[in-house]
């Protein structure tokens, strides 16, 4: 499968943000044991580079590895370099899904009016993501009235609660930060064992409908 193929069977992005680098492997293996298999890490992370290429390196194709928050099209480039195979953004940059598609990878820029989506898709956006979606879940759905030919990816708000009718409300897939993978708790043991649980809870949720 391509990787857009495979984002939208995996429909869930976990999002790494501020995690130390040393800490990022065992929270990707305790993600992968719960069934997660696209990791986002944000690019104002701690060697957010370097991170990514040693993802990339160390999961292969079991885990798609992308770069978040990414403003501009010189920052994708680097992403992609690195081994990201996708680019999220927290807003609306054309360069960005330019580069982004011109490289090969699967473009996911933010936007949150109709018309911000409209433009993203118009210009090259693989999926759009709808950030940020804690203005809930109605909103969502007013959106996909008109613009039910677009693929659109809440994030910011998404969680256990409202995953699902987020997916009821035709979410291609989903974007948790905080909601799975908080980046202030210390990685001990127990906190793996509850990110693998928590990460069983989101996957089962979406994939047992």
Same mark, same amino acid.
């Not at 790494?16 to 719960?34: C, D, H, K, N, Y």
């Not at 959106?143 to 677009?150: E, K, S, T, Y």
């Not at 905080?178 to 979406?206: E, K, M, N, W």
């Given at each position: 499968?391509?990787?857009?193929?495979?984002?939208? /069977?995996?429909?869930?992005?976990?999002?790494?943000?501020?995690?130390?680098?040393?800490?990022?492997?065992?929270?990707?293996?305790?993600?992968?044991?719960?069934?997660? #298999?696209?990791?986002?890490?944000?690019?104002?992370?701690?060697?957010?580079?370097?991170?990514?290429?040693?993802?990339? /390196? #160390?999961?292969?194709?079991?885990?798609?590895?992308?770069?978040?928050?990414?403003? /501009?099209?010189?920052? =994708?480039?680097?992403?992609?370099?690195?081994?990201?195979?996708?680019?999220?953004?927290?807003?609306? /940059?054309?360069?960005?899904?330019?580069?982004? #598609? +011109?490289?090969?990878?699967?473009?996911?820029?933010?936007?949150?009016? =109709?018309?911000?989506?409209?433009?993203?898709?118009?210009?090259?956006?693989?999926?759009?993501?709808?950030?940020?979606?804690?203005?809930?879940?109605?909103?969502?759905?007013?959106?996909?009235?008109?613009?039910?030919?677009?693929?659109?990816?809440?994030?910011?708000?998404?969680?256990?609660?409202?995953?699902?009718?987020?997916?009821?409300?035709?979410?291609?897939?989903?974007?948790?930060?905080?909601?799975?993978?908080?980046?202030?708790?210390?990685?001990?043991?127990?906190?793996?064992?509850?990110?693998?649980?928590? +990460?069983?809870?989101?996957?089962?949720?979406?994939?047992?409908?």
């Amino acid at each position: 499968m391509t990787t857009l193929e495979n984002l939208l /069977d995996a429909k869930i992005v976990a999002i790494l943000r501020g995690v130390e680098p040393s800490q990022v492997p065992a929270i990707a293996t305790a993600l992968e044991a719960g069934g997660i #298999r696209a990791l986002e890490v944000t690019l104002n992370s701690p060697d957010a580079l370097g991170v990514i290429q040693r993802l990339a /390196d #160390r999961f292969g194709d079991r885990l798609l590895i992308g770069a978040g928050t990414v403003l /501009d099209a010189e920052d =994708a480039t680097a992403a992609m370099s690195a081994g990201a195979r996708f680019i999220i953004s927290p807003a609306l /940059d054309i360069p960005t899904i330019q580069m982004t #598609r +011109a490289l090969g990878g699967v473009s996911i820029p933010g936007a949150f009016t =109709a018309t911000e989506i409209l433009t993203a898709y118009r210009n090259g956006a693989d999926i759009v993501k709808v950030f940020p979606a804690s203005v809930g879940v109605g909103y969502f759905r007013d959106l996909r009235g008109p613009l039910p030919q677009i693929p659109l990816m809440p994030t910011g708000g998404v969680n256990l609660e409202n995953i699902r009718d987020f997916q009821k409300a035709g979410a291609v897939a989903f974007g948790i930060g905080s909601a799975l993978v908080d980046g202030r708790q210390p990685v001990t043991d127990a906190y793996l064992r509850q990110l693998t649980a928590t +990460a069983i809870q989101f996957s089962s949720i979406i994939h047992n409908q």
